[in-house]
């Protein structure tokens, strides 16, 4: 199949994929596509949310309509490296087997993933970038499509253990949930209060899911919205003499390089379920908050002043 007519495709299935979702989500239609594009790119989503706005429900159902494996593992303080990874044990014929751990499966949502201590949260990054863990000095493969979709609670930061820049890096997007309309909050009511139970029908394979990923690496992007996307993410940076002072007077950070890599592959992606065989700038802008939302750090003027990260991406826009 061509690139062209793999594309064509892709924004059927999109569709389809999306019609499936909505039997059992109501609303929540951006959240819903960011996650779709970090999928179709393999890259990880961390969605930040209050509690009972059915973050864990949307993974599953995603999960069930892409057709892959699906694992939740709710962190807690008490949680430890082998809990997510698997360990060691002694068999009957005295020889170690290994016992894998909820992290071997396609897509992990990592429930309240600050609720953990560094030490477990840190076991997740091999898994996140390099797709294997390594136990007792063995590395072992993950299986491909391989996605982290973290959950994080804003409200409660008592007894949270904050995840540290470098691992935040590794999430693609950082998507907010907000709360529903009043009119889509009467028809979750209506839906979850009633005799009713909706099937799931899975529209992809695994290997649909890789093919769309390669897809997506293979689209031409112009030099232009390249350039665009690079010097956007090198306007968050106050430390460079070109930073400006809106820039120096409200944030400490600005984005990495890798801000810049997912710009590109996240506008690719967006290009290619709207039928575009190249991105443009339109899909970088598309792209741009959940991207940089969790990369840029605000310093304590900002805070005093009320300043969103939003706000400040929007001013660089």
């Known amino acids: 199949m061509s690139d062209v007519a793999a594309i064509e495709r892709l924004v059927i299935k999109h569709a389809e994929l999306k019609k499936e979702i909505a039997k059992i989500i109501v609303g929540q239609d951006e959240v819903i596509e960011q996650i779709l594009l970090s999928i179709y790119t393999g890259g990880h989503s961390l969605l930040i949310g209050v509690p009972g706005l059915a973050k864990t429900l949307m993974v599953n159902t995603i999960a069930q309509a892409i057709g892959l494996d699906f694992k939740r593992i709710q962190f807690t303080p008490d949680l430890m ?57 063995h590395q072992h493969k993950l299986d491909l499509p391989y996605f982290v979709l973290a959950t994080q609670n804003p409200i409660e930061q008592e007894g949270t253990y904050p995840l540290p820049e470098a691992q935040l890096d590794r999430f693609m997007f950082a998507i907010e949930l907000k709360y529903p309309s009043i009119a889509e909050e009467i028809l979750v009511v209506k839906n979850t209060t009633a005799d009713r139970n909706q099937a799931i029908n899975p529209l992809f394979s695994a290997q649909d899911i890789i093919d769309i990923q390669d897809l997506v690496r293979r689209i031409p992007v112009a030099d232009n919205v390249v350039e665009y996307a690079v010097k956007l993410v090198n306007s968050t940076r106050p430390n460079l003499d070109s930073a400006s002072d809106y820039v120096k007077q409200y944030l400490d950070w600005g984005a990495g390089p890798r801000a810049s890599q997912n710009l590109i592959l996240g506008a690719k992606a967006n290009a290619a379920i709207q039928g575009k065989f190249s991105p443009d700038i339109e899909d970088v802008h598309a792209v741009v908050k959940g991207i940089l939302r969790h990369r840029i750090i605000k310093n304590y003027k900002a805070e005093a002043e009320g300043i969103s990260e939003e706000d400040i991406i929007n001013k660089l826009l």
């Open 81 to 137: 490296p082998s809990d997510i990874l698997g360990s060691e044990v002694l068999d009957q014929n005295r020889n170690f087997k290994f016992i894998k751990g909820p992290i071997f499966s396609n897509i992990i949502l990592a429930d309240e993933i600050n609720r953990t201590p560094p030490k477990t949260q840190a076991a997740l990054l091999e898994a996140m970038q390099e797709r294997a863990v390594t136990i007792a000095g």
